[in-house]
């Protein structure tokens, strides 16, 4: 009980699918760059997700609730990822309003709201992402609009783990919310510093950050001693951020992330801030194997299965797996929604066709 209550309080409890990261990075110019990694231990059945403006969908309630479903419109039209494994369930994705949301895993933390019989209006939290993005245009919005929604988590059958997720909003002005479930409530933390991991809640990462005040891009390269030692030169750059964590825990990933943007240069416009967002990312890359648990006998090991990375201002969305991390693809929103001939669409990750980037025969 005592090892179990440490590692609570600690943040790190130990369980899988807890090593995703999202970043905000917002350019001198206004450009907004969103991304974030995906990890899991498990085959996800990851989807490429399309869905048009004017597209149908709808919203349920629990079934014990005898409620109706909710049909609605697409407002927007909406790219992102989801898995394939639960009616392809959005985890991530922007829309055509210049609207992105990351969805990481918060276990422990986690209770969503309940819905009674006189609510008229409710969303599953695997309905939620796509919800978001097909009806909202910027965060104001939302702050405004979805607490009249109750949000309550499902019965699954197939993910491997209750989608005990946070959200990560950001609109194309650089305006982010965390939005959490909090003892059956909903609840924003308004102009985040855009950055999120996954447990604790926010608001411990927050506090958490207090403890870390004394890092800095800016080394102590050398000091006069008194004593015998004379005059001590450091060994190299970089003194000034010893004791930035370096392991894949939530708490540490969450220092590191926040404490790379805000030392890295500002960026001037989209291109450098999808840049460094990807630079960023690659420092919590998880390789096969490296973060591993055992459950029920077994080795399973969480890895970054895919990254994706979004232009807010331009509606660009760039992906990769983890077989082509260094091979970005790019995918244009505008161009998909002005073309009348692209309809609904969910594509495998692992049929997407990555460019071939080998310029060996143009140099001869």
Avoid at 103 to 116: A, H
Wanted: aromatic share 10%; glycine share 6%.
């Amino acid at each position: 009980m005592k090892k179990i209550l440490a590692l609570l309080l600690s943040g790190m409890v130990i369980q899988n699918s807890i090593a995703c990261t999202s970043l905000n990075i917002k350019a001198t110019d206004g450009s907004v760059a969103a991304g974030r990694t995906m990890e899991w231990a498990y085959d996800m059945n990851w989807q490429l997700l399309y869905y048009p403006q004017g597209s149908s969908y709808q919203l349920n309630a629990p079934k014990q609730n005898n409620l109706p479903p909710q049909q609605l419109t697409s407002k927007y039209a909406v790219l992102g990822i989801g898995t394939g494994l639960e009616n392809n369930a959005m985890l991530e994705g922007q829309n055509s309003a210049g609207l992105a949301i990351s969805g990481n895993f918060l276990p422990d933390f986690t209770e969503y709201q309940t819905v009674n019989q006189n609510d008229k209006k409710y969303v599953s939290v695997l309905e939620f992402v796509r919800f978001v993005l097909s009806n909202y245009a910027n965060v104001n919005e939302i702050q405004q609009e979805l607490p009249k929604y109750k949000v309550w988590a499902p019965e699954l059958q197939n993910l491997p783990v209750t989608p005990t997720i946070h959200f990560l909003i950001t609109d194309k002005t650089g305006n982010s919310t965390v939005i959490e479930f909090i003892h059956g409530e909903m609840k924003f933390f308004n102009n985040s510093i855009g950055v999120m991991t996954n447990s604790p809640n926010y608001d411990w990462h927050l506090t958490n950050v207090k403890n870390y005040v004394n890092l800095t891009n800016v080394a102590t390269n050398n000091r006069n001693s008194n004593s015998k030692l004379g005059n001590v030169t450091a060994v190299g750059q970089g003194g000034g951020a010893i004791g930035l964590p370096g392991d894949y825990t939530p708490p540490s990933r969450f220092i590191k992330t926040t404490f790379l943007s805000y030392y890295a240069d500002k960026t001037n416009n989209a291109s450098e801030a999808i840049n460094l967002v990807d630079h960023i990312l690659n420092t919590v890359d998880i390789p096969k194997g490296v973060v591993a648990s055992v459950e029920n006998g077994t080795k399973q090991s969480d890895y970054t299965q895919w990254i994706a990375i979004k232009d807010l201002n331009h509606n660009q969305f760039y992906f990769a797996d983890y077989n082509h991390r260094t091979n970005l693809v790019k995918i244009d929103l505008n161009k998909l929604s002005r073309n009348g001939k692209i309809k609904t669409f969910a594509l495998p990750i692992n049929k997407i066709n990555y460019p071939n980037s080998d310029i060996t025969n143009s140099l001869r």
